[in-house]
């Protein structure tokens, strides 16, 4: 079993930062990953960034590339994602989830169905 407590989120204007934690107890799955989905008011879950335990691979989606950064810190069990540049559609409820099992391809790691755990969510408001 997994717990997952994220924290971070909250209101700022936007071009904006905020950092996203992710805090991962239980059983840690070295061959897994964790990723960051989030889902607006109204609309469909969506992926935005995943890392592998092992190897620190990251993906991303098209829309935060080059602003949000996942990392990890495998000796505290947290992932954190770095968000700058926020936009307006960037307004959503942040989850992370884990994966107990990963595969090194974007079509596998951008699913959530592969996601086995995820946290409560942390509100994210980005103010225009």
């Known amino acids: 079993q997994v717990q997952l407590v994220e924290s971070g989120g909250g209101l700022v204007q936007a071009g904006g930062s905020l950092r996203l934690s992710c805090a991962a107890s239980g059983r840690i799955f070295s061959s897994g990953a964790v990723g960051w989905f989030r889902q607006a008011p109204g609309k469909e879950r969506e992926f935005v960034a995943a890392?592998?335990?092992?190897?620190?691979?990251?993906y991303y989606a098209d829309s935060v590339k080059g602003r949000f950064t996942i990392s990890r810190d495998n000796a505290k069990n947290t992932v954190y994602l770095q968000m700058n540049s926020l936009k307006p559609e960037d307004t959503a409820v942040y989850y992370c989830?884990?994966?107990?099992?990963?595969?090194?391809?974007?079509?596998?790691?951008?699913?959530?169905?592969?996601?086995?755990?995820w946290g409560q969510g942390t509100q994210v408001t980005v103010s225009s």
């Open positions: 890392i592998l335990w092992s190897g620190g691979e990251t």
């Open positions: 989830a884990v994966a107990t099992s990963s595969l090194k391809a974007t079509w596998y790691m951008t699913r959530d169905r592969n996601y086995s755990y």
